[in-house]
């Protein structure tokens, strides 16, 4: 249903790959829509979740020019499920490294869940380089977020699913999920690893909306990815300090900023557009009733569609 709100499927004009400076990645990239278009770049969740030909269609292409990429160890960024030199700074690089290989200067984000970590993190480095930014379901990547998700939280709203999920954490490391989870998944034996990236994914994917829950299991390339490279970062708290994004937002406070937020998002709280909100001086918020978190939702889809029409007359 949600795709009635969205521009029909396009084809990108340019596409290809960026080496990364460390020499470690190779990083897809492509642009679509109108190449004298205003600029947005499309930042994809996860971390670890990449791109496809949907992520396209929230952009007018008459008016956009359309970048996509896919983050490192994701989509058809190479090589798949690279964990070295894969941290938040190392993205914003990469950020920065195709905005430069396009010669913009400056661009609008668009980021949903990790890709409003990630873009708030770019914008806060490279304040001067960033017009606008919009985001849906706010993630903020504090410890407490992570909690929420994975440990204590959004089980009281799924409890049938999160037995599923925590059975194979042994009972005395129970007090750590996620680092229960990231032993199973760097583990030797490929049974263990292969059933905790499995069920790691599937934990999320089937609470990311509030109808129609179900998780993909056909596609384990993509399955994998997301957990491995998910759980690395979890694991290591974003790879930056507590209550990063919050504490350096005078930096970007003024920024005009536009916030998605379904009401009834299980896996990024509401609570954290609201902070997000309150504390900048140019932005609007957008609680979406009878929505989760999946940008795919139909009400969802309808306003992000609704903003980016609005910034471009």
Not at 12 to 34: C, M, Q, R
Not at 83 to 98: P, Q, R, S
Not at 210 to 227: C, H, N, P, T
Not at 268 to 291: D, G, Q, R, T
């Amino acid at each position: 249903m949600f795709k009635k709100y969205l521009y029909p499927e396009i084809t990108p004009f340019k596409l290809g790959y960026l080496k990364t400076p460390d020499s470690e990645n190779e990083i897809y990239y492509e642009v679509s829509g109108n190449p004298n278009g205003y600029p947005i770049l499309y930042v994809h969740g996860g971390p670890g979740g990449g791109t496809s030909e949907v992520s396209r269609r929230y952009f007018d292409p008459e008016k956009y020019k359309i970048i996509l990429f896919d983050q490192r160890g994701c989509g058809k960024s190479k090589p798949s499920m690279s964990l070295k030199n894969n941290t938040t700074d190392f993205l914003i690089k990469d950020i920065e490294m195709i905005r430069e290989h396009l010669k913009i200067e400056k661009w609008s984000l668009f980021g949903g869940s990790w890709g409003t970590t990630l873009s708030l993190v770019y914008a806060i480095n490279f304040p001067k380089r960033v017009d606008n930014l919009i985001l849906r379901g706010t993630f903020l990547a504090r410890k407490q977020d992570l909690i929420w998700l994975y440990q204590d939280g959004t089980n009281y709203f799924n409890p049938t699913d999160f037995e599923r999920y925590i059975n194979i954490v042994p009972l005395e490391k129970r007090n750590d999920v996620i680092s229960a989870y990231y032993e199973m998944i760097n583990s030797n034996d490929e049974e263990i690893r292969k059933k905790a990236l499995i069920e790691w994914a599937r934990w999320e994917s089937i609470n990311a909306t509030i109808l129609d829950r179900q998780f993909d299991e056909k596609d384990l390339k993509s399955v994998f990815e997301i957990a491995l490279i998910e759980n690395h970062y979890f694991k290591n708290n974003c790879f930056f300090e507590e209550n990063y994004i919050l504490n350096k937002i005078n930096v970007i406070k003024n920024i005009p900023t536009f916030i998605v937020h379904g009401s009834h998002d299980l896996i990024c709280w509401p609570i954290n557009s609201y902070l997000l909100h309150k504390n900048m001086n140019n932005s609007e918020l957008y609680f979406i009733e009878n929505a989760g978190h999946s940008q795919r939702e139909e009400f969802i889809t309808k306003k992000l569609v609704e903003i980016t029409d609005s910034l471009i007359k």
